[in-house]
């Protein structure tokens, strides 16, 4: 399963809500979707399992939604720390687990 | 606190082998399926390797399947990816997961990445 991120690179401003695309070429039951984000030089971590369940730790500022092939992840005031790249990653039961190539969010 | 440390990168040539580790504290080892994930500059993350938490099954990507053997040892909390026949293309940071089985399969946890570079 292909999953495509829009937009590749998002320009915005700390406060401002961002929203990124995650769209699977083939339907995710049970909307088995998870969302990582990624510093510079550091590894990704988990924000968002389940299409729409925080990770422990996580802000309430990320939300996930979506379902079957269209998922989103929305910030909802972004903060300087937000600033970053992320990727989706689906689970489709004896199908090989893969991750989008990324959006990355960039101060404008 | 979980904590998972990777080690065993290197530069190598191409059709040259390696094996990576990774130690594992602050949870039980030995309930959770392990996962190693590689990610290539500039590339997104690409799961390598899956193997249950008794070892007694493993999954693979394709183009890494009669080359890459993942295993592990309970006992010791460890967990390790031997890489044969290494290419070019193998080249990336590697990273030990830990997988969650909450709403799917994902990676709850990531180790800080060993870097393996196949080049002549």
């Known amino acids: ?108 | 606190e979980v904590q998972l440390v990777e080690s065993g990168g290197g530069l190598v040539q191409p059709g040259e082998s390696l094996r990576l580790s990774c130690a594992a504290t602050g949870f039980t080892f030995s309930s959770f399926w392990m996962s190693w994930v590689r990610q290539a500059p500039g590339k997104g993350p690409e799961r390598v390797a899956t193997i249950k938490e008794d070892g007694s099954d493993s999954y693979y990507l394709d183009s890494v399947k009669g080359r890459f053997t993942i295993s592990r040892d309970n006992a010791d909390s460890s967990l390790y990816l031997q890489m044969n026949s290494l290419r070019a293309e193998d080249t990336a940071v590697y990273y030990c997961t830990r997988g969650n089985w909450a709403s799917g399969y994902h990676f709850d946890y990531w180790g800080q990445g060993t870097l393996v570079t196949v080049s002549s």
């Open chain 1, 1 to 108: 399963i292909v999953l495509t991120q829009s937009p590749g690179t998002l320009s915005l401003s700390p406060g401002e809500r961002a929203t990124l695309s995650c769209r699977a070429s083939q339907s995710v039951a049970n909307n088995q979707l998870a969302w990582y984000q990624q510093k510079p030089g550091q590894a990704p971590r988990l924000l968002i399992y389940g299409a729409s369940s925080r990770a422990t730790g996580i802000p309430d500022r990320f939300s996930g939604s979506g379902s079957g092939t269209d998922f989103t992840l929305t910030i909802s005031r972004l903060e300087p720390e937000d600033f970053a790249v992320y990727y989706c990653q689906q689970f489709v039961r004896s199908r090989p687990i893969t991750f989008g190539q990324g959006t990355r969010l960039e101060t404008k």
